[in-house]
């Protein structure tokens, strides 16, 4: 398995692995970092941050900050639409003692571009720059970012803009290898990862259509990539990190069913009662697993207390 190794960064920053959650709006809160971390993960990053949230005292923005008792290291990703904000919000970033942190210039939902934010910054790669030129000027934790391969297909320009970083000092790039335009449609181009990886001199992470073990072994393997960023193919399936470093044998119903409760838990140190409604995305993804769980679904989609849950999820087993 040498395509499992940690990853050095420039300037000595040592990453403990190289299979890590990628940060995912909605989904990479501390609950689910934590069940990620407990099962493989080396590295979870946060959900997008907004620097002007942050800034202005937004006590949600801020609770995205929370570490859990399993993460002795974490990364920060960051979204905003120009420097002022970025450099507002470095005092409360910094205090986290992030190991990284990561700007995000790939997010094709709507309501983050239309800040100036995500995708936008490929199409105004200046802005891109002052942001990254702002962090490196006013703190020392290492910086990295996540780009998309263009706005759309007549507009590719991902090579260009991560040499561009690099020669600012930015120490790792993660690319999405689907433009904005597509999304999370069509098939990602993995050929573009292997050549950023063949023309920059910093470590680059893959992204894309990784949903099985399978999928990130082959994608280390056939790009050469520095490590991976998983998203959807750890909804529900945590487990994923333990698959692809073949320390957990075949799952089975109790393992998905104790681990679903473990985060149950965890959600509701971290939510309250909102835990209930913020779990149900991620049962619905679990019991995915488990055969004849369609009916069992639609129950848990109107669960309202821990015992609820409880009983419908043991009656699996």
């Known amino acids: 398995m040498d395509y499992l190794k940690p990853v050095i960064l420039p300037g000595g920053t040592i ?20 069940i990620c971390r407990t099962w493989g993960a080396d590295l979870c ?21 929370k570490r859990e008792d399993n993460e002795p290291e974490y990364a920060i990703q960051l979204f905003g ?43 105004d790669p200046r802005k891109l720059m002052d942001i990254i030129k702002t962090i490196k000027d006013h703190t020392d934790i290492p910086l ?9 297909a007549n507009s590719i320009n991902y090579l260009k803009i991560a040499q561009e970083a690099q020669e600012l000092g ?19 181009d993995w050929n573009h990862i292997k050549h950023l990886k063949e023309n920059l001199d910093i470590p680059v992470f893959g992204s894309g259509d990784l949903f099985t073990s399978e999928d990130v072994i082959r994608m280390l393997t056939q790009t050469k990539c520095d490590g991976v960023l998983i998203a959807r193919g750890a909804f529900g399936n945590p487990f994923i990190f333990s698959q692809i470093k073949g320390t957990i044998d075949k799952l089975n119903a109790k393992t998905i069913i104790d681990t679903a409760l473990k985060h149950l838990d965890l959600s509701i140190q971290y939510y309250g009662d909102q835990a209930f ?27 309202q207390t821990k015992d609820q849950y409880k009983h419908l999820l043991n009656s699996i087993l």
């Open 15 to 34: 990453l403990p692995g190289n299979l890590f959650l990628a940060p995912t709006a909605g989904y990479s809160d501390g609950p689910f970092r934590s």
């Open 45 to 65: 990053y946060t959900e997008m941050v907004s620097t002007e949230a942050l800034w202005r005292g937004n006590s949600k923005t801020h609770n995205l900050l």
């Open 81 to 123: 639409s120009d420097y002022d904000s970025v450099y507002k919000s470095l005092p409360y970033l910094t205090q986290h003692n992030p190991l990284l942190l990561d700007i995000n210039a790939g997010c094709p939902v709507p309501k983050i571009i239309k800040s100036g934010a995500g995708s936008w910054l490929m199409k």
């Open 144 to 152: 990295t970012i996540k780009l998309r391969l263009g706005w759309d």
């Open 170 to 188: 930015i120490q790792a790039v993660g690319l999405h290898a689907r433009t904005k335009e597509m999304a999370y449609r069509g098939k990602a």
């Open 277 to 303: 409604k913020e779990i149900r995305k991620h049962f619905s993804a679990y019991l995915k697993g488990i055969p004849n769980s369609n009916d069992l679904r639609r129950k848990l989609m109107t669960a």
